[in-house]
């Protein structure tokens, strides 16, 4: 690939490519990603609709937590039993509604983990028509309590 | 509390970058084209893992893999070590890092912070340097990003100490012993012939030549695995993010592997090398084109069986080519 090919103007997400540089010498370019500044709109899209998706399930009790940020996160059973430290079975319980209560607070901490959240947010969510204000989530000596910042989305 | 004196570099490659990044700052100046070859980095594998909703692809060796290759073919001797106890692991980065040694470990990239959150995803074998520790925690050098970063000492042990695929097991790498003297010339020849071995002569049906013959024959049935129209479409873009876009230098270490035959051919100053770079780098340029065609299909929702015939074909030519290539190169360093 030339180096002109290569460039692209794109700061929020830089990367390493190695070209062919004008006098024929093969080198690395730091430019931007192509694939951010290209297809990033496509992106967002395809994750608002899992999103709504995911949420609506959420919310009619068809899926549990558990299930929902293993949809956010295109997370497979297996994988996320593997992280968790449980057998696939018991991840596929709990994906469902029904299965959710079942599990302790500390199993809860586990998969908020491994999800990286914090326990809180396993049990309650930003309304999704509430854009005005952001919710900071500071965590706290005791792993199980955070403390929830209400911030407009323009403060630093 | 320290932070020793650590140039940071952006590089391609996270394992490469970190270790050329070492070995640089231990005294020997090695591109990191150079380590990746003489690592025999370059590969290509198929595959269908349970942990994965989909079928995945890979365009270089198993991480750890280049470490372990490098220690043998340069004489450099690692001190590698694995921990059980998470609290061992940090106090033992923090000695180290007390000694001024900056040392290479092994996460979880999703415990990275100072990535923006939707660029994050679960993947064990992602390697930064750590070179210091203040009060805002520990100062890293991930090659990935930018600037030098600081990542919460509660972050960093969580990524060292995640479960799932290759998991890191708080992996913590840094060189001792450097050689006295390098045979390069030595080092380069064994590099690509390993490499060019493991992608013609290895006999599995997804590993190598082998593995692009079988992505080929089996994209048709991509449609078929995907639970909707955004699910392929994400499935489709991910071969452009794959190739192109995380940590490969583009075309999946092809352009990366160019420019190492391209040092090789003036180490050894052998003509035929640089012909093999050239023609190396116009392989990538393809494999980037079949990124390109992937990604739009993706984008345009566009899955009309005669796309991923034409896709299909692509990677096929590819595969023909990477056969000439590498048995080229096999005979070459005989």
Request: aromatic content about 10%.
């Amino acid at each position: 690939m030339k180096e002109t090919d290569g460039i692209v103007d794109y700061k929020p997400h830089q990367m390493v490519l190695y070209v062919e540089k004008a006098d024929g010498a093969y080198g690395p370019l730091q430019t931007g990603s192509y694939m951010s500044k290209h297809y990033i709109d496509d992106f967002w899209e395809k994750r608002r609709r899992i999103e709504t998706d995911a949420l609506q399930q959420l919310t009619s009790g068809t899926l549990s937590p558990v299930g929902y940020y293993m949809l956010l996160l295109d997370m497979t059973p297996a994988d996320v039993a593997h992280r968790v430290g449980i057998s696939v079975r018991k991840v596929i319980k709990h994906r469902i509604g029904a299965g959710f209560p079942l599990i302790s607070v500390k199993l809860v901490k586990r998969y908020a983990d491994v999800f990286g959240i914090s326990v809180a947010s396993m049990f309650c969510l930003p309304a999704p028509e509430c854009t005005a204000f952001r919710i900071i989530q500071r965590e706290t000596d005791n792993p199980f309590v955070v403390f929830s910042v209400i911030e407009r989305p323009d403060s630093p | 509390m320290s932070i020793a004196p650590f140039k940071h570099t952006m590089a391609a490659h996270c394992e490469s970058g970190a270790l050329s990044a070492l070995l640089n700052h231990k005294g020997l100046s090695i591109s990191e084209p150079m380590l990746f070859g003489i690592g025999a980095g370059i590969f290509f594998a198929y595959l269908k893992i349970p942990s994965m909703h989909f079928p995945v692809i890979a365009a270089r060796s198993m991480p750890g893999s280049l470490r372990k290759q490098l220690s043998k073919r340069l004489g450099v001797k690692f001190v590698a070590r694995r921990y059980r106890d998470p609290v061992k692991a940090q106090t033992e980065l923090e000695t180290l890092l007390d000694c001024g040694i900056p040392v290479a470990v092994q996460t979880d990239m999703f415990y990275m912070d100072y990535i923006p959150a939707h660029l994050r995803t679960h993947f064990n074998a992602h390697f930064v340097v750590v070179f210091g520790k203040d009060s805002d925690g520990f100062h890293v050098s991930d090659c990935y990003y930018p600037e030098a970063a600081v990542l919460c000492e509660a972050s960093l042990a969580k990524a060292r100490f995640a479960k799932g695929d290759f998991s890191p097991q708080g992996l913590l790498v840094y060189p001792v012993t450097m050689p006295s003297a390098v045979n390069w010339e030595s080092a380069v020849l064994s590099g690509i012939r390993h490499a060019a071995f493991s992608m013609v002569r290895t006999p599995l049906p997804f590993i190598g030549v082998a593995g692009i013959r079988l992505f080929s024959k089996k994209i048709h049935t991509w449609p078929r695995l995907a639970r909707d129209s955004d699910h392929l479409s994400h499935e489709l873009m991910k071969i452009n993010l794959l190739l192109e876009e995380q940590g490969t230098g583009g075309a999946g270490f092809r352009f990366m592997y160019a420019t190492f035959l391209q040092e090789a051919s003036k180490l050894l100053n052998n003509q035929a090398y640089a012909d093999l770079s050239k023609r190396m780098m116009t392989n990538g340029d393809r494999w980037r084109d079949i990124s390109l065609v992937a990604a739009r299909m993706g984008k345009n929702r566009d899955f009309a069986p005669r796309r991923f015939a034409d896709l299909s074909a692509m990677i096929m030519e590819r595969a023909d080519e990477e056969r000439r290539l590498f048995t080229e190169l096999l005979h070459l360093t005989k």
